[in-house]
């Protein structure tokens, strides 16, 4: 942790940045396999350089896996499932996703419009939930900053799950958004790059001096 604070480096693609990343401070290491994704990571090249990668958990970064997707995933080494999905996804299909992994595991982000609250039913499902900025065509990376007040009437009202806050941090304005939702894990993706799924080491150091600062005060 980072003062007391948990941080996930997402969009990795190289070991040199992975190890970049938890030299500083990482907690949790995200991998994107979503084929439209600038940052994407075929499977079988994870399998090549996982070896190189450093150890702590890894989270398979996916948007709503087929059947049997998810346990391949474990089988090659991730021990976390970030899962994006539309918010009218069927139950059934979240409910798959949990009795595949184990709820402990899953990861939900789902895409919720303004106005959409994660529902009861989903609760129960995954011991995470990540809230990213909605958009109508993508399934986070966005870059934008999302609904923080949402995020904090979240975290609020449910203390028993676990509430990543992600969507357009970066060194700037992480702090600004600690005090303002409360968080106690930031995800990060492209705030701490020079290009997509390049990460730039200097503002990885400027984003963990920010979580630091922000939790000291």
Same mark, same amino acid.
């Given at each position: 942790?980072?003062?007391?604070?948990?941080?996930?480096?997402?969009?990795?693609?190289? =070991?040199?940045?992975?190890?970049?990343?938890?030299?500083?401070?990482?907690?949790?290491?995200?991998?994107?396999?979503? +084929?439209?994704?600038?940052?994407?990571? =075929? %499977?079988? !090249?994870?399998?090549?350089?996982?070896?190189?990668?450093?150890?702590?958990?890894?989270?398979?970064?996916?948007?709503?896996?087929?059947?049997?997707?998810?346990?391949?995933?474990?089988?090659?080494?991730?021990?976390?499932?970030?899962?994006?999905?539309?918010?009218?996804?069927?139950?059934?299909?979240?409910?798959?996703?949990?009795?595949?992994?184990?709820?402990?595991? %899953?990861?939900?982000?789902?895409?919720?419009? +303004?106005?959409?609250?994660?529902? +009861?039913?989903?609760?129960?499902?995954?011991?995470?939930?990540?809230?990213?900025?909605?958009?109508?065509?993508?399934?986070?990376?966005?870059? !934008?900053?999302?609904?923080?007040?949402?995020? !904090?009437?979240?975290?609020?009202?449910? +203390?028993?799950?676990?509430?990543? %806050?992600?969507?357009? %941090?970066? =060194?700037?304005?992480?702090?600004?958004?600690?005090?303002?939702?409360?968080? !106690?894990?930031?995800?990060?993706?492209?705030?701490?790059?020079?290009?997509?799924?390049?990460?730039?080491?200097?503002?990885?150091?400027?984003?963990?001096?920010?979580?630091?600062?922000?939790?000291?005060?």
């Amino acid at each position: 942790m980072t003062g007391g604070i948990q941080v996930k480096i997402c969009g990795l693609t190289t =070991p040199a940045d992975a190890h970049a990343s938890v030299s500083l401070g990482a907690d949790f290491l995200g991998v994107n396999l979503y +084929p439209d994704s600038p940052r994407y990571v =075929p %499977l079988e !090249r994870f399998r090549s350089m996982s070896a190189e990668f450093p150890g702590g958990p890894k989270v398979a970064v996916v948007v709503e896996p087929a059947r049997g997707e998810l346990p391949a995933l474990r089988d090659a080494g991730f021990g976390l499932f970030q899962v994006h999905f539309r918010h009218d996804t069927p139950l059934a299909s979240i409910e798959g996703w949990s009795n595949e992994v184990g709820a402990d595991a %899953l990861w939900l982000a789902p895409k919720l419009p +303004p106005g959409v609250d994660v529902p +009861p039913d989903w609760l129960g499902l995954a011991g995470s939930f990540l809230l990213d900025t909605f958009d109508k065509a993508l399934f986070g990376g966005t870059g !934008r900053t999302g609904d923080w007040p949402k995020f !904090r009437r979240h975290m609020q009202a449910h +203390p028993g799950r676990t509430w990543v %806050l992600s969507g357009g %941090l970066k =060194p700037s304005n992480v702090g600004e958004a600690i005090a303002g939702t409360g968080a !106690r894990f930031v995800d990060v993706t492209s705030g701490v790059e020079s290009a997509p799924g390049a990460k730039d080491h200097a503002k990885l150091k400027a984003f963990f001096s920010a979580v630091r600062e922000a939790a000291a005060r």
